[in-house]
């Protein structure tokens, strides 16, 4: 049987402070509905990465208002997870060496997790491209099923794509991030949720600067220098060379200027343990580089307190789903320089959206103003936390998922 993950236990009600009781009243009506269904998300790894992320709080908080939801995660080798992983950066424009004995491999790991799976849940979302073949092992059965896209495939490697696409097509709905996202040839119905992040989780709750300070500096960060830093998995799409090409400009004018990189690691991508030594390579070389993974001991309160403490982010992505780091940062009201790539550009709009950035000249650039004016750092903090409030907090995300299971097994009856 798939592990089922264990997520402990949230409460939707906690967020009537924060969204207002009209919104959890909505949730809790629409979870009514809902009474008697069974669910499942499905994805490949329980920890390290965006979807985990989102599913460690959206499964409990659905949870704890009465719906049915489990999390369940696909077994499988390095091998297995070096093509999921082609295939994810496939699907953002990589190139990527389709063999038959690719397809083959990938194909009998999702036949393997098929019967693995059980079979009596009512509606299972499917996470991006890792499990994309499951439904097509269970032909007859009356589950419906949702694939979750993540991931920027506006522009997907042809030969990748044309594999995926029929196993995509056996899905009852397809849900992406944004609408420049959706292929254009997918046979689907098709709909929009933009993810969320979850406020009251450790990550995110509230901490004083002072204690947040005394977590960064017991990791041996100068908090008594400006810090720039950047959290994301070792991934070449989200540029972890070019931010140190980056830090290496702005040191040309600021000398205490130091860097961190909190990475997580993850079982379904390899690649990142070569990204991480590369980046290790690089630190090694300057002593104002730091870097800190969950598997060092670095986990969710180190992160919140990494992002509350440092004087400005970056997310310097060339490809980006979402990049929840962003609103993470910008509810801790500290500034963002980032790529202008993706779901980025949905949380960086007005005002923030004039510290998109495209090279590493410019990112420095933008880095070294904000250095120079913090009064204008910390306005740009203030209406980074207004617009999550607004757009990008977990409820408003739970709602429309809600609405999408309802109509989808409303049309089936």
Not at 81 to 94: C, E, P, S, V
Request: one cysteine or more.
């Amino acid at each position: 049987m798939l592990q089922k993950v264990s997520v402990g236990r949230k409460d939707l009600n906690l967020y009537r402070g924060v969204v207002g009781d009209e919104l959890i009243d909505e949730i809790i009506d629409l979870a009514k509905e809902l009474k008697g269904y069974r669910f499942a998300h499905i994805n490949s790894t329980p920890f390290g990465g965006g979807v985990a992320e989102i599913l460690a709080s959206f499964i409990p908080l659905l949870q704890s208002v009465g719906v049915d939801i489990e999390w369940r995660v696909i077994f499988g080798d390095r091998q297995f997870f070096d093509i999921t992983k082609g295939f994810h950066n496939g699907l953002q424009g990589a190139d990527f060496s389709l063999t038959k004995q690719v397809q083959e491999r990938y194909m009998g790991n999702l036949l393997f997790n098929a019967r693995q799976l059980p079979h009596h849940y009512d509606l299972i979302t499917i996470n991006d491209p890792q499990p994309a073949a499951l439904p097509y092992f269970i032909p007859h059965s009356k589950t419906k099923w949702v694939w979750r896209c993540h991931i920027d495939m506006a522009k997907p490697n042809r030969q990748v794509w044309d594999f995926l696409r029929p196993f995509i097509e056996h899905y009852h709905l397809a849900i992406f991030t944004m609408s420049a996202f959706e292929p254009p040839d997918l046979d689907v119905a098709i709909d929009i949720i933009t993810p969320a992040i979850d406020i009251l989780s450790t990550k995110n709750m509230g901490m004083p600067l002072d204690f947040a300070k005394k977590v960064i500096a017991n990791q041996g960060v100068d908090i008594h220098k400006p810090l720039l830093l950047q959290v994301s998995r070792f991934d070449p799409w989200k540029d972890p060379m070019g931010v140190v090409k980056t830090y290496q400009l702005i040191k040309q004018e600021y000398k205490g200027i130091q860097l961190a990189f909190v990475g997580s690691m993850s079982q379904d991508d390899p690649q990142g343990w070569q990204m991480f030594a590369d980046i290790s390579e690089a630190s090694l070389k300057d002593p104002s580089i730091y870097i800190f993974t969950n598997v060092t001991g670095v986990g969710n309160l180190e992160v919140n307190a990494f992002q509350r403490a440092s004087t400005i982010i970056l997310q310097k992505s060339i490809k980006e789903g979402f990049g929840l780091v962003v609103s993470e940062a910008l509810w801790k009201q500290t500034p963002v320089v980032a790529g202008k790539a993706g779901g980025i550009v949905l949380q960086m709009h007005h005002e923030l959206g004039d510290y998109l950035t495209e090279t590493i000249e410019e990112t420095a650039k933008k880095v070294c103003h904000l250095l120079k004016n913090p009064g204008l750092a910390q306005e740009l903090g203030a209406i980074g936390k207004k617009q999550v409030m607004e757009h990008f907090l977990m409820p408003r995300m739970i709602k429309q998922e809600l609405e999408a299971y309802i109509t989808l097994l409303q049309r089936s009856r």
